[in-house]
């Protein structure tokens, strides 16, 4: 069986894991956030390397994850496009 789940990026990584550990899925996050799911599915698979603050904030909240992990996964990898 061929898996159809693109590869995560570090930020779409540590979204996975939560949900997974909450037993939710994409698609109530994404209502949580107000987004549209496919624009949570393009964060989670590093096609948005960086989100904004904003949504970074709503993912905090949404997944009791710390502000500073989402930034520590984002800037460790070399994901914010900032050299």
Avoid at 15 to 26: A, D, P, V
Avoid at 33 to 50: A, E, F, R, V, Y
Avoid at 59 to 76: H, Q, R
């Amino acid at each position: 069986m061929v898996s159809t789940k693109k590869k995560a990026g570090p930020i779409g990584q540590l979204i996975r894991s939560r949900l997974k550990e909450m037993g939710k899925s994409q698609y109530w996050l994404a209502k949580q956030l107000s987004m549209d799911p496919p624009h949570l599915t393009s964060i989670i698979q590093g096609k948005i390397k960086c989100p904004d603050m904003k949504t970074l904030l709503k993912l905090s909240a949404a997944l009791a994850i710390p502000l500073e992990t989402f930034a520590n996964a984002a800037y460790s990898k070399g994901e914010s496009g900032i050299e």
